[in-house]
């Protein structure tokens, strides 16, 4: 299935695009959202898409022959937007959307092991082409490393601190008792040390058993914490006086960066905040695009 845009109507009210502005679509993915943004601030306005991941990135590329003086794409991290935008000349820039998470085609398509209901192999690296590790010695890290290479300790802390885990003690312990006997290899290898470590009356609550852990995993071969917590103020400084910000996140540790981010920023006097509180997406959305249920959108215009 294609990837549906998530809150779209919701990111246009508050990108508030018009006529001739310029916008960054900081996670262009497949290109959903830049496609309702382009509708609105025609005739000359422009959009400067960011994609980490070069299979999408290529997908994407390859469809937007409809507006090649429109869309500028570049595949690189989000973490660079200032020299991205620099080194393109893009300006004044009237707003950002940054839309983080993944992509259907990354879930469905990429065979890299973001999702439980496949059986892949463990790697959940966004792009595996020019992917580098701030922290280890080495030049990226995938899925297939932490299970099998990192201490208990350590994974146990990121199951704790990015999957909010609440098993996480006995997740990281089954993990290192299976490695020992046999690396793990796949994810549904995983899945299936995961089932067994949790309590089986837990297994079939509101999310499936694995979520935690697959997520707790994906944040942290990708640094997407860090990433966020890096791109925000940058964001700020490149946006133009009157420009917008408006940043969708899809957990609670992303939406509490998010958060007090823009509050610090609101008091320092340097921007207003559009969303005193989060925007949720309706029952309906969440009925049409699974994906969008954990949803938040927040946004906040410069001074
Ligand atoms: N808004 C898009 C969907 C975005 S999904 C649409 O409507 O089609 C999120 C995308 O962000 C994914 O394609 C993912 O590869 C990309 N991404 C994740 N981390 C990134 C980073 N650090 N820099 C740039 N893109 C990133």
């Known amino acids: 299935m294609a990837h549906i845009p998530v809150l779209t109507k919701e990111v246009l009210e508050y990108l508030n695009p018009k006529a001739n502005e310029n916008f960054v679509d900081a996670t262009v993915g497949e290109g959903g959202h830049s496609a309702a943004i382009i509708e609105k601030n025609n005739p000359n306005g422009k959009i400067l898409g960011i994609e980490w991941d070069s299979e999408v990135y290529n997908i994407t590329k390859s469809r937007i022959a409809e507006f090649p003086d429109r869309i500028i794409l570049v595949n690189d991290s989000y973490i660079n937007l200032k020299e991205i935008v620099e080194k393109e000349n893009f300006k004044p820039v009237n707003g950002i959307l940054l839309d983080l998470g993944m992509s259907s085609y990354q879930l469905e398509k990429s065979g890299r092991g973001f999702s439980f209901m496949k059986n892949e192999m463990l790697d959940m690296r966004y792009n595996s082409g020019n992917q580098k590790s701030k922290i280890k010695n080495q030049n990226y890290i995938t899925a297939e490393n932490i299970v099998n290479e990192w201490s208990q300790e350590k994974i146990e802390e990121i ?51 694995a979520t935690r852990t697959f997520q707790a995993i994906r944040i942290t071969v990708n640094e997407e914490l860090d990433n966020l917590t890096e791109f925000l103020p940058k964001a700020i400084e490149v946006l133009s006086s009157g420009g917008r910000l408006v940043v969708i996140s899809f957990h609670s540790l992303e939406d509490r960066i998010v958060k007090s981010f823009f509050k610090n920023k609101s008091q320092q006097g340097l921007v207003k905040i559009l969303t005193k509180k989060p925007i949720a997406v309706s029952r309906n959305e969440v009925l049409v695009n699974p994906r969008s249920r954990s949803a938040k959108l927040r946004a906040i215009i410069k001074n």
């Open 159 to 209: 199951l704790n601190d990015y999957g909010e885990e609440r098993f996480a003690r006995q997740i990281a312990k089954k993990i290192v008792e299976k490695r020992k006997v046999k690396k793990i290899s796949s994810t549904f290898e995983l899945k299936d040390i995961i089932k067994e470590a949790m309590p089986s009356k837990f297994l079939y609550g509101k999310i499936h058993f």
